[in-house]
């Protein structure tokens, strides 16, 4: 099971550290090795939380999560994504943005880091509607019963989590945007591009969560009819629509997925700065990390590990929420790669403790409640 959900993973790692070590000898074998522990790391709630999502889907698309997907993760995020912030920022064309990263390295670091606020800005944007949305809900289970009971029951207000982004956007704006860093120590006003980058990420969650979420009822409704109807389509030999209501589904839920996760590889890429600034480099390590992270989703699907350790997906939200917050702070602040992967991994740790005490707990009661019956049944 593990050999066959990540044997892709393997592969990709001994190919990654091999062309690794033939470009720039072992300290480029070094390189590609930590930035691939920094990506598992830092994206390790992005697996739960699109394992949440993927175990809606069938086989089908959960093969195009691993291929199609697999490809726009690496290349696009984690190889095209850094150029095209270049050449829009710096007003350059592609090819010249290649160049530009390739040559000269320095020059290239310095444009990216410039647009960080905008990537900051849309990529915690959006994230923090997932986390949101996730609080304000009415879940039957609960992690934090204190704290998602009285959210939970605010949540019946219309738009809150829309209401509340807004607000945390503008703060941020004010706050950190206006004294945010240019490259060189200065000081830039950047409140109106994070403003704008901050509601581009707030519409890309709202129209493609919006969609996915529309088409999954659809899909629900489609099964309850087919239910009910079942008997009387299989004598008539009439065609089922669920299939075409899936495939419309799943695509949109994979456009989900793909948003989301370029959404969580910001910070993985940003960081990745600070430890190398070749683009080739930061393409091997990354990608192998974001390999590892699409096969621990499938994984986790597969060996049904969220229904057994039901806070795992309150922990993963928690730490979206967490990476949201810190990815606005890090407009004008700089915080450690060290401490953004850390609280992520604590809070999924103490929500993986909190799952296991709970189905000791429940063992425990099913055992007292067996022993109650033998005991009535001899008497």
């Known amino acids: ?184 120590g200065a000081h830039v006003d950047k409140s109106s591009t994070v403003l704008l980058s901050g509601i581009a990420g707030l519409i890309t969650y709202m129209i493609v969560g919006g969609l996915s979420g529309f088409f999954e009822d659809k899909l629900e409704e489609e099964e309850e009819r087919e239910h009910e109807e079942e008997e009387k389509a299989e004598r008539s030999g009439k065609p089922r629509t669920a299939v075409a209501m899936a495939g419309k589904a799943a695509f949109f839920m994979f456009l989900y997925l793909e948003v989301l996760d370029a959404s969580f590889s910001f910070d993985g890429v940003i960081g990745a700065f600070a430890i190398t600034n070749d683009i080739v480099l930061m393409a091997l390590g990354l990608g192998i990390g974001a390999m590892y992270v699409r096969s621990l989703t499938v994984y986790l699907v597969r060996q049904g590990t969220l229904d057994e350790y039901v806070y795992l997906e309150h922990g993963a939200h928690y730490a979206i929420g967490a990476l949201a917050l810190i990815l606005l702070v890090t407009i004008q602040y700089e915080i450690h790669e060290l401490i953004t992967g850390s609280i992520g991994v604590i809070l999924i740790g103490a929500s993986f403790l909190s799952s296991v005490r709970r189905n000791k707990a429940l063992a425990a009661a099913e055992g007292n409640a067996g022993e109650k019956t033998e005991v009535s049944s001899g008497v």
């Open 1 to 184: 099971m593990v050999l066959k959900t990540f044997g892709w993973s393997f592969a990709v790692t001994a190919l990654g550290l091999v062309a690794a070590v033939l470009f720039g000898g072992w300290t480029a074998f070094g390189i590609v090795a930590i930035l691939s522990i920094l990506e598992i790391s830092l994206s390790f709630d992005n697996a739960v939380v699109n394992a949440g999502i993927l175990k809606k889907m069938n086989a089908f698309w959960q093969k195009i999560f691993l291929t199609i997907g697999i490809l726009i993760a690496v290349f696009g995020m984690r190889l095209v994504f850094p150029v095209v912030i270049v050449a829009v920022s710096a007003q350059l064309g592609p090819i010249e943005a290649v160049d530009l990263a390739l040559s000269d390295k320095d020059r290239y670091q310095e444009l990216v880091t410039d647009a960080h606020p905008a990537i900051a800005a849309f990529g915690g944007m959006f994230l923090l509607m997932i986390f949101l949305d996730f609080v304000f809900e009415d879940r039957e289970i609960k992690w934090l019963t204190w704290l998602e009971r009285p959210l939970a029951k605010l949540g019946k207000v219309d738009m809150l989590s829309v209401c509340i982004a807004l607000i945390i956007l503008l703060v941020s704006a004010i706050t950190f945007a206006t004294n945010a860093h240019q490259h060189g």
